[in-house]
């Protein structure tokens, strides 16, 4: 069985920092795409960042500048480095994993929440 636990979610003022961690545990194969997506109260998730096994990334327009994805395969882990954080990036956020022939998993989620 494929796990994924997000950590790091936290309260912060805006203009702070925060970093997620995804920890993977179970058959995860490669190639995957691994992302955060974000969902806020009354919205619709959305993706925040990808990263493929290959290290090409994506971002939302909303958090190019401001957030990092990164991977280490060897330790089943993602990363989201989250700085100059807005009230408007306050959601739970989600890690998920897609991979070949409807892999796809996600984690349980991370609140975050950003004070103005």
Not at 8 to 32: E, M
Not at 69 to 76: E, F, M, Q, W
Request: glycine share 12%; hydrophobic share 35%.
């Amino acid at each position: 069985q494929v796990q994924l636990v997000e950590s790091g979610g936290g309260l912060v003022q805006a203009g702070g920092s925060l970093r997620l961690t995804c920890l993977g545990s179970g058959a995860i194969f490669s190639p995957n795409i691994m992302a955060w997506y974000r969902q806020a109260p009354g919205k619709q998730r959305e993706l925040v960042a990808s990263m493929s096994t290959d290290g090409s990334t994506n971002y939302a327009d909303s958090v190019k500048g401001r957030f990092t994805i990164s991977r280490d395969d060897a330790k089943l882990r993602m990363y989201l480095q989250m700085n100059s954080l807005k009230p408007e990036d306050t959601a739970v956020y989600y890690c998920n994993v897609k991979g070949l022939r409807s892999f796809d998993h996600w984690g349980q989620g991370t609140q975050v929440i950003v004070s103005s």
